[in-house]
């Protein structure tokens, strides 16, 4: 089987199944949700570590700079490539990625200022007896995770380098998994998210991936082929 067939039929599998179990065991606000966010939680639906340093601003702010300055380096190379002979080979690729992260996290962006679903912070009702979550909120624009897209958005490398550096491929799937599953969990400590919140930004961001990857793998296939080439000669 050809490896762009064998590529379609394993992720559309895959994408199906985690889909069907997202649906199952993650449904928004669901009893894994509650169950998860419960320790960060106080009797009185208060979560204490709102506005902890290390989350509020080390994790949100400075974490998410730093990788907004990673994809703003591939920026930068890519403009830098119709300039200078040295770097022009790296125009497709670092222009890809940087197109994939622009994209992917637009649409995280936009599907959340168009959703319904409201913070865990925003959605707990103190009573007598403690607390209750209210999810009436009809207009909440907290899902999916976008602080969690910032680091799974570095999934993309995995697409780009698939082909022709499996090394450099695998380093950013698991970067940006562990950077993505990292951020969007300390959004959930101070209550500004649900796990599945984030489990569907990755997938959103997954699908997002494979969708452009089989629309341009000939050109990923055509550059691989030409190095090569260049490796024989």
């Known amino acids: 089987m050809h490896d762009q067939q064998r590529f379609m039929l394993y992720q559309g599998c895959f994408l199906i199944i985690s889909f069907c179990l997202l649906l199952v065991f993650f449904p928004i606000g669901g009893a894994l949700d509650?169950?998860?966010?419960?320790?960060?939680?106080?009797?009185?639906?208060?979560?204490?570590?709102r506005d902890n340093w290390y989350l509020a601003e080390l994790n949100h702010r400075y974490v998410k700079n730093l990788i907004i300055a990673v994809y703003v380096g591939f920026l930068m190379i890519w403009l830098a490539s119709f300039?200078?002979?040295?770097?022009?080979?790296?125009?497709?690729?670092y222009g890809y990625f940087f197109g994939l992260v622009?994209?992917?996290?637009?649409?995280i962006g936009l599907l959340k200022?168009?959703?319904?679903?409201?913070?865990?912070?925003?959605?707990?009702?103190?009573?007598?007896?403690g607390f209750f979550?209210?999810?009436?909120?009809?207009?909440?624009h907290c899902f999916p995770g976008g602080h969690a897209s910032t680091g799974f958005a570095l999934m993309a490398g995995f697409f780009v380098f698939r082909l022709s550096d499996k090394k450099r491929a695998y380093f950013f799937l698991v970067s940006g998994l562990i950077l993505g599953f990292a951020m969007g969990w300390a959004q959930m400590m101070r209550g500004a998210h649900f796990l599945s919140h984030n489990l569907w930004t990755a997938w959103i961001i997954w699908?997002?991936?494979?969708s452009f990857y089989l629309l341009n793998y000939q050109r990923f296939a055509l550059g691989q082929s030409m190095d090569k080439a260049a490796e024989k000669t």
């Open 34 to 49: 509650l169950a998860l966010i419960h320790p960060w939680v106080s009797e009185s639906g208060k979560f204490l570590l």
């Open 83 to 93: 300039k200078f002979e040295k770097v022009k080979a790296l125009r497709w690729t």
């Open 102 to 107: 622009i994209l992917s996290t637009s649409i």
């Open 113 to 129: 200022s168009q959703s319904a679903h409201a913070c865990p912070w925003n959605i707990t009702i103190p009573t007598h007896q």
């Open 133 to 140: 979550w209210d999810f009436s909120a009809t207009k909440g």
């Open 207 to 210: 699908l997002v991936n494979v």
